[in-house]
C-alpha cells in the first residue's frame, strides 16, 4: 500500500556512510566504471567556481561512468531544508489520497508495524527532514540538491552525482513505467526501486572514488553521521527505516552482482526486465534464474465470509522483506526472523473493515517447500501473539502455506483461508 515513487524515496543521507566507506577503498567499485571514471575530467576541491560549472564538469563524468547520455537539459536546484519540507508535503500529500492514507496506516498498525494511533504522514515527513540529500522527480523533471552548508561541497556534489543518474534512467528507461507506484504491489515496487537506486549508488561510488578527494570524503562521512540524521534514522519505526535503507544497500548489492556478470549493459538489460519480488534482491541468484514469485490469490467473497457489514478495503503484496521486518519486531531474532522468511514464495493481504470500525488482516503466505512453511510457522506463531489486535495461524502439516487471522475475527479468516 504504501508509495515508492524515486520522487518520493530520495537519497537518504544513511547510504551516504556506505558511500564514504566505499569510496575510502573498503569497499572495492567496478572494474568497468573506475576505469571510465579516471579518464573523465578532474572537479578541482574547493567551490570559488560557479555551481553551474561543477554541476556540468560532474554530468560529464557520470555519463563516461554510466555509458548514457542525457538526451535533455535538467538544471539542478538548490533548496535549503524549508523548501525541502514545503516541496515533500507536497509529494506526500499527491502519493497519498486521504483513503490511501488511512489503509496504509490501519494496515501497518494492525500488524504491529506502527504504533497504535500514528500518523504515517507525520512520521514519514519527520523521517525524511533528517534524511533527505536531494532527489529527482520523473513526474515532474526537477532535480533538487539540499545544502545544508549553503555552498556545494562533497555532500552536495555526491548527491548531485546520484540524482543525475536518476535523470539519465528516467531519460533512457522510463521511471514511471516500472510500477513503482503501484500501491497493491509493495514487494514488485521496492525490488524494483531496489534496482533504480542500486544502480545511482553504484555510479555514485565510483565517481566519489575518482572525484572527491580526501576532504570531501570526510564531508560526505560526516554528513551520514549527522546527530540529526543518525537520530532521524535511530527513531524512526523499523518498518520505515528497513524500506528506506533497503533499495541503497541491498539495492547496490543487487547491482553489484549484474555489473560483476556483464557491466552496465547488464543494468541496462535489468531495466527490460527488473526483479519482480525483494526475494530476487536480496538473493540474486534467483534474479539471474528468473524464479518469479508465486502468484497467490486470496478466496472471493473473503469479507462476506465475516459476517453482515464486512467490507475488503485494500491487498497488498508484502515479501520476504516486510515479512522479515514483522517477524523481528514481533520479537523473533534478527537471524531466526532472515532464516524464517528466506524460503518465501509468494503471499497476498487483505484489510478489512468491519462494523463499528472493525479492522482485520488476512494473509495467506506460500511457501518454496513444506519445511520452509513448517519454520515460517514457527516464527510467525510468536510475532502473532505480540499483535495488539489478536490473531490467529494456520498451518496444517506437510503443507508449504501458512495463513494468518488479525483481529477479532482471526478464526473465521484462518477458516475462509481455508487452514
Known amino acids: 500500500m504504501p508509495s515508492y515513487s524515486p520522487a518520493r524515496r530520495p537519497a537518504a543521507l544513511a547510504a551516504a556512510l556506505v558511500l564514504a566507506v566505499a569510496a575510502c577503498g573498503t569497499t572495492t567499485p567496478s572494474p568497468s566504471a573506475t576505469s571510465v571514471a579516471t579518464t573523465g575530467p578532474t572537479v578541482p576541491t574547493g567551490t570559488a567556481r560557479p555551481p553551474a560549472e561543477v554541476y556540468a564538469e560532474i554530468r560529464d563524468a557520470v555519463a563516461g561512468i554510466r555509458g548514457l547520455q542525457p538526451t535533455a537539459d535538467v538544471d539542478p536546484v538548490t533548496i535549503d531544508e524549508s523548501v525541502l519540507h514545503t516541496n515533500f508535503e507536497a509529494e506526500f500529500d499527491r502519493a497519498y489520497t486521504p483513503t490511501l492514507l488511512k489503509d496504509t496506516e490501519d494496515l501497518l498498525i494492525a500488524l504491529g508495524l506502527l504504533p497504535p494511533g500514528s500518523s504515517l504522514r507525520a512520521i ?53 513505467a516500472l510500477g513503482i507506484d503501484a500501491s497493491d504491489q509493495s514487494d514488485q515496487a521496492l525490488a524494483r526501486l531496489a534496482l533504480v537506486e542500486g544502480d545511482a549508488t553504484s555510479v555514485q561510488t565510483g565517481w566519489m572514488t575518482s572525484f572527491l578527494d580526501a576532504r570531501e570524503l570526510g564531508e560526505v562521512l560526516a554528513a551520514a553521521l549527522d546527530p540529526v540524521a543518525l537520530e532521524a534514522l535511530r527513531s524512526a519505526p523499523a518498518y520505515l527505516r528497513d524500506t528506506a535503507t533497503f533499495p541503497y544497500e541491498d539495492g547496490f548489492a543487487f547491482v553489484s552482482r549484474l555489473l560483476a556478470g ?71 531474532t534478527i537471524a531466526n526472523a532472515r532464516a524464517a522468511s528466506a524460503g518465501w514464495g509468494g503471499d497476498r493481504l487483505a484489510l478489512l473493515r468491519g462494523p463499528n470500525g472493525a479492522v482485520a488482516v488476512a494473509l495467506l503466505t506460500v511457501w518454496d517447500t513444506p519445511a520452509d512453511a513448517d519454520e515460517f510457522a514457527a516464527a510467525a506463531r510468536l510475532a502473532v501473539a505480540q499483535l495488539p489486535l489478536g490473531g490467529s495461524l494456520g498451518h496444517a502439516a506437510g503443507s508449504s502455506t501458512v495463513s494468518i487471522g488479525i483481529g477479532a475475527n482471526a478464526a473465521a479468516i484462518i477458516a475462509a483461508l481455508g487452514e
Do not use: M
Open 124 to 176: 514519514t515527513l519527520a523521517f525524511q527532514a533528517g534524511q533527505v540529500a536531494g532527489y529527482y522527480s520523473p513526474e515532474d523533471d526537477e532535480l533538487f540538491v539540499v545544502s545544508r552548508s549553503g555552498r556545494v561541497g562533497g555532500a552536495e556534489k555526491a548527491t548531485y552525482a546520484h540524482e543525475f543518474t536518476h535523470q539519465l534512467q528516467d531519460q533512457h528507461f522510463d521511471l514511471g
Open 262 to 332: 556483464g557491466g552496465y549493459a547488464a543494468v541496462d538489460a535489468a531495466y527490460a526486465d527488473p526483479p519482480d519480488s525483494t526475494e530476487q534482491v536480496l538473493h540474486p541468484d534467483l534474479y539471474l534464474q528468473r524464479q518469479p514469485p508465486i502468484a497467490v490469490e486470496l478466496p472471493a467473497g473473503l469479507a462476506q465470509d465475516l459476517g453482515a457489514g464486512w467490507t475488503e478495503a485494500a491487498q497488498d503484496t508484502f515479501g520476504e522483506l516486510i515479512l522479515r521486518t514483522w517477524l523481528r519486531e514481533g520479537g523473533v
